[in-house]
């Protein structure tokens, strides 16, 4: 009988002891201290500590649930063990039947209920069997006796062994832990979801707590999961864009080229695939400068020769164009209209000459003496006398050259205010708010209706100062409050570290 409780006994080192906190207590938390945090960043460190906090307290009260259950079990299965050593086997029995109806451990209400089945056979067993048990419980007892030195010393012996034992199972399960997160890790870094998934899964099976596992299937599997599938979609859109690019290449559409494979390069996600497409539209870029150098090349040609009126020769000029872009817009200008229009006039050009050369010379006269617009008229009135096209070019190229004068010095000036506004405009973006209040001050002296200019010199700067003034304030508030709640959370004070950072939690979301 004795040994049967022995036994007994020895298998409650299966009772598991209360999980400590401690681990989790020393888990860092978000502080808030780098020089740089923002204030969005304060908020979101202190929903992520409030969180934290809030799964502390509450397995904080759980374990102390858990653990007081156990003390009272134990306590009835010690009751239980000693009845039975006494010879009491009903007390015994109902100090059992107590513990198993307390305790919270499957692995412990299992072996008590096989406890008591056995007990209940050898109830029934026959006297033999009665006198062996008893011969052995004798043998048992004097076993121990020679391995506990002493009777007052059995109860600390004993709680030792079932401690050890406890300590153990859980440094075994806890490898396994380890062991089945590192290889779920390893393998969500290949991509093989599926089976970090299988062993993040297991963890949980072990430890349904386990916070690195359930991360990975609540937030990173999945993410990584979904950003999988729409790489392969961009490289499927990608892959079609530069096929459809290869088949324009061939037909010789090198512009249609160009835009089909910069379309594939914005839609591919990955490096190796864009950095093969931007050296494939490098050297397209080569053939596309080349051509349109030569197109180039040909147009000044044909347009010199028609200018001489040597029509025949532009024409072939023009031709050698269209050959290679057959949409360039200037040789079809030439061939369709200039050159059989010019064909037709040159036939009348002679009796008008000799007045239009006299016109243009008086245009050139009064441009030197500074009457540009009297210049202009009679230039217009040239151009319009005239059939010759060296003269039509020589008034061409004035009336260019007065109107790109005038262009420049208005370009010029409008080139200067642009300048110092956008100077401005990058000194305020920095926070150079004097420098860049200074600049739009310039801007004012030479247009004093820029609207720009005016907005930030009396609406901008001003807001800017008042906001970067208060934001530094709000800032301080914020950082104030995650210091004080992490001094109390370093200090064991879960409730106030809660409150201190919703404080700052609630600072940094006014400001949104």
């Known amino acids: ?129 009665l006198d062996k048990e008893r011969r052995e419980l004798a043998a048992l007892q004097k076993e121990r006796a020679a391995v506990v030195p002493a009777e007052g010393a059995k109860a600390e012996w004993l709680t030792d062994l079932s401690l050890s034992a406890a300590t153990e199972l859980k440094a075994a399960v806890q490898s396994r832990i380890n062991l089945l997160n590192g290889e779920g890790e390893t393998l969500f870094k290949a991509d093989r979801l599926d089976e970090s998934e299988a062993r993040f899964r297991e963890v949980l099976k072990l430890d349904p707590s386990n916070l690195k596992a359930r991360e990975y299937l609540g937030s990173l599997v999945p993410v990584r999961r979904a950003g999988l599938q729409r790489i392969a979609l961009a490289e499927e859109k990608a892959g079609e864009a530069f096929e459809r690019g290869n088949k324009l290449y061939r037909s010789g559409d090198l512009l249609g080229t160009r835009a089909a494979w910069v379309e594939a390069i914005n839609t591919t996600e990955i490096p190796a695939t864009k950095m093969g497409m931007a050296a494939r539209i490098s050297r397209l870029d080569t053939e596309i400068a080349v051509l349109y150098s030569k197109v180039d090349g040909l147009n000044s040609e044909g347009s010199a020769l028609f200018d001489d009126n040597r029509l025949e020769d532009a024409e072939a000029k023009f031709r050698e164009v269209l050959t290679l872009d057959p949409t360039n817009a200037k040789a079809m200008e030439y061939m369709d209209v200039m050159i059989p229009r010019r064909r037709d006039l040159v036939a009348a050009r002679d009796a008008v000459e000799k007045k239009a050369e006299a016109v243009y010379l008086e245009a050139n006269r009064l441009y030197a003496a500074g009457d540009a617009a009297g210049a202009g008229a009679a230039w217009q009135n040239a151009m319009a006398l005239t059939q010759d096209v060296a003269l039509k070019a020589k008034i061409t190229a004035k009336v260019r050259i007065a109107e790109e004068r005038k262009r420049q010095d208005a370009e010029a000036f409008q080139a200067r205010i642009a300048g110092l506004y ?81 404080k700052a939690l609630e600072i940094t979301r006014q400001q949104r």
């Not at 978000?30 to 929903?47: F, H, I, K, Q, Y």
């Not at 000194?427 to 907005?455: C, M, N, P, S």
């Not at 109390?488 to 570290?497: H, I, N, S, T």
């Open 422 to 502: 956008a100077d401005g405009v990058a000194l305020y973006d920095v926070g150079r708010l004097e420098d860049a209040g200074g600049k739009f001050r310039e801007v004012i002296a030479l247009d004093a209706t820029h609207w720009g200019a005016r907005q930030y010199l009396d609406h901008k700067i001003p807001g800017r100062k008042v906001e970067e003034v208060r934001k530094s304030q709000v800032e301080q508030a914020a950082k104030a409050a995650m210091e004080q709640g992490n001094k109390l959370y370093a200090a064991g004070d879960f409730e106030g570290a809660q409150a201190a950072w919703n």
């Open 1 to 129: 009988m004795k040994s049967i409780i022995a036994r007994a006994f020895l298998g409650a080192c299966i009772l598991t002891l209360p999980a400590s906190l401690q681990a989790r207590a020393e888990e860092s938390v978000n502080t808030g201290g780098a020089p740089a945090v923002s204030l969005t960043d304060l908020g979101r460190m202190a929903e992520e500590n409030i969180r934290k906090v809030e799964s502390l307290i509450e397995e904080r009260r759980k374990a102390e649930r858990k653990a007081a259950l156990d003390a009272e079990a134990r306590r009835a299965f010690g009751r239980g063990v000693r009845l039975a050593e006494s010879g009491d086997l009903d007390g015994s029995k109902k100090a059992l039947k107590e513990a198993l109806e307390i305790t919270q451990s499957p692995e412990m209400r299992s072996y008590l209920e096989e406890q008591s089945r056995r007990r209940q056979e050898y109830s029934t067993a026959e006297g033999e069997a």
